[in-house]
């Protein structure tokens, strides 16, 4: 699908935006105030990691990292899942105390259950789709 870094970065970049927009759409202000690095690294474990750089519990600076051996939709899908865990940080729906505990809506889990089971997760995986959908339909109307 992408000829180059440079054209992956890119697309990538605006796929970043364009969810960020929907994600916060009825908090523009707090989007507005976010800082999102990404980088394409060999990742062993997962296709992408949403990192908070900041302690704050609702951290604004954000790096996302995507497994350097994806390509095309699975870039894209991966970015929509990793920008949800931005939203779920930056609004406080999810916070990380000491490892392994994490809160949750409200609600403590430990962070060393199965990954499936994990309810931000679930939600990740759930909005990842409508996202993914959204997306490449704004791609086709262009």
Known sequence: MYKTSYQRRKHSLEAIKFFAEYLFKRNKRLASNLTI???????RDAWGICDPLDVNTRPREFTI??????EGKDIIQT???????????????????DAPVCRYEGHL?????????????IEAR??????YKLY?????VR
């Open 136 to 140: 490449i339909k704004s791609q086709s």
């Open 37 to 43: 690095n990404l980088r394409f690294k060999d990742l």
């Open 109 to 121: 889990y430990d962070a060393d259950m199965s990954y499936r089971d994990m309810p931000w997760e």
């Open 126 to 131: 759930r909005l990842e789709r409508l996202l």
């Open 65 to 70: 990292l995507i497994d350097r051996k994806l």
């Open 79 to 97: 970015i929509a899942h990793e920008m949800v865990h931005v939203w779920q940080y930056a609004t406080g729906k999810l916070k990380n105390y």
